[in-house]
């Protein structure tokens, strides 16, 4: 760092070389486009064990490909058997280089990991890079997080919240840029500045926790909103494979396609992203992981 950096610049510039190297370097990465799939797959090893984490894999065989879920640990001081997971999914949709879906996720998921590897926590912190989300996978058994939350079920791991990092990086100043689902649209703002945390019912409460952890630490523009499943894009992401296995899970997102003109296309490049407010959401998530992890959620 020089003299002339602070911590939330170092931040910025660590989100978009993370992105640039996924989505411009990598592009398209999915089974078919294995290469890629397995090169997005090492970045992320590499990133990691450079950050002093030992990276564990769970690998499966998908149409011909060898897949793998990557975690890493923090352990916890005093209550290290209960854990935060905090995931993001690192492929992305056929025909796109998914700069923002999910390459945004995916950087914030790795410089959250970068800001806790020299913290103290009482609550364990996980981390995982979620393989095979997109079609044709999602909503089946096949998608990596469905695979990964059914393993850890059967083991007994004790997720107490479960973060889904999804299409993270989009934002205008604009009057009328953000669209919704009918009807939201009258209790939610019309601009797309703010960040998003997304979830059904049963995770109502915690989701809660979490945003009032994150606007104590943070003053960012956040909405929330806690309702049915079966709106188009509320179970869009990892968090649905958690919620099917009974654990608490919300989605962190730009909502996606009710804002981004490039969702799952071509267009969906690293210099569509706003760094410098996907770097302040980054910071104000630590500071509430953070929080949550001391104090309990």
């Given at each position: 760092?020089?003299?002339?950096?602070?911590?939330?610049?170092?931040?910025?510039?660590?989100?978009?070389?993370?992105?640039?190297?996924?989505?411009?370097?990598?592009?398209?990465?999915?089974?078919?486009?294995?290469?890629?799939?397995?090169?997005?797959?090492?970045?992320?090893?590499?990133?990691?064990?450079?950050?002093?984490?030992?990276?564990?894999?769970?690998?499966?065989?998908?149409?011909?490909?060898?897949?793998?879920?990557?975690?890493?640990?923090?352990?916890?001081?005093?209550?290290?058997?209960?854990?935060?997971?905090?995931?993001?999914?690192?492929?992305?949709?056929?025909?796109?280089?998914?700069?923002?879906?999910?390459?945004?996720?995916?950087?914030?998921?790795?410089?959250?990991?970068?800001?806790?590897?020299?913290?103290?926590?009482?609550?364990?912190?996980?981390?995982?890079?979620?393989?095979?989300?997109?079609?044709?996978?999602?909503?089946?058994?096949?998608?990596?997080?469905?695979?990964?939350?059914?393993?850890?079920?059967?083991?007994?791991?004790?997720?107490?919240?479960?973060?889904?990092?999804?299409?993270?990086?989009?934002?205008?100043?604009?009057?009328?840029?953000?669209?919704?689902?009918?009807?939201?649209?009258?209790?939610?703002?019309?601009?797309?500045n703010f960040i998003s945390f997304v979830t059904n019912f049963g995770s109502r409460r915690?989701?809660?926790?979490?945003?009032?952890?994150?606007?104590?630490?943070?003053?960012?523009?956040?909405?929330?909103?806690?309702?049915?499943?079966?709106?188009?894009?509320?179970?869009?992401?990892?968090?649905?494979?958690?919620?099917?296995?009974?654990?608490?899970?919300?989605?962190?997102?730009?909502?996606?396609?009710?804002?981004?003109?490039?969702?799952?296309?071509?267009?969906?490049?690293?210099?569509?992203?706003?760094?410098?407010?996907?770097?302040?959401?980054?910071?104000?998530?630590?500071?509430?992981?953070?929080?949550?992890?001391?104090?309990?959620?």
């Open positions: 760092m020089t003299n002339s950096e602070t911590p939330i610049d170092i931040l910025q510039q660590n989100l978009q070389r993370h992105v640039y190297r996924l989505a411009d370097d990598i592009g398209e990465r999915n089974v078919q486009h294995p290469e890629a799939l397995h090169a997005a797959e090492d970045y992320i090893s590499d990133t990691w064990r450079q950050q002093g984490y030992i990276v564990e894999k769970q690998a499966y065989l998908e149409n011909n490909v060898q897949c793998a879920n990557l975690e890493v640990n923090l352990k916890g001081n005093a209550q290290a058997e209960q854990f935060l997971l905090v995931g993001a999914h690192y492929d992305s949709v056929f025909g796109s280089p998914g700069g923002n879906d999910n390459g945004s996720g995916v950087a914030a998921l790795l410089e959250l990991s970068r800001l806790f590897q020299s913290e103290i926590t009482n609550m364990s912190v996980r981390f995982v890079a979620f393989v095979n989300e997109e079609p044709p996978f999602f909503f089946s058994g096949r998608q990596g997080s469905n695979i990964y939350a059914k393993a850890i079920r059967q083991r007994g791991d004790d997720v107490r919240l479960m973060l889904a990092l999804e299409t993270m990086g989009y934002y205008s100043s604009e009057p009328g840029s953000q669209e919704y689902p009918p009807l939201f649209k009258y209790f939610y703002p019309n601009t797309a915690k989701m809660l926790r979490l945003a009032k952890a994150f606007r104590q630490v943070n003053d960012f523009p956040l909405e929330h909103v806690a309702t049915f499943s079966f709106i188009p894009g509320v179970g869009w992401s990892d968090h649905l494979s958690f919620w099917r296995q009974n654990y608490k899970a919300l989605m962190v997102t730009d909502t996606a396609f009710y804002r981004y003109p490039y969702y799952h296309s071509f267009n969906d490049t690293a210099d569509k992203l706003d760094y410098p407010r996907l770097a302040r959401v980054c910071e104000g998530l630590f500071n509430a992981l953070r929080l949550l992890a001391n104090t309990g959620v």
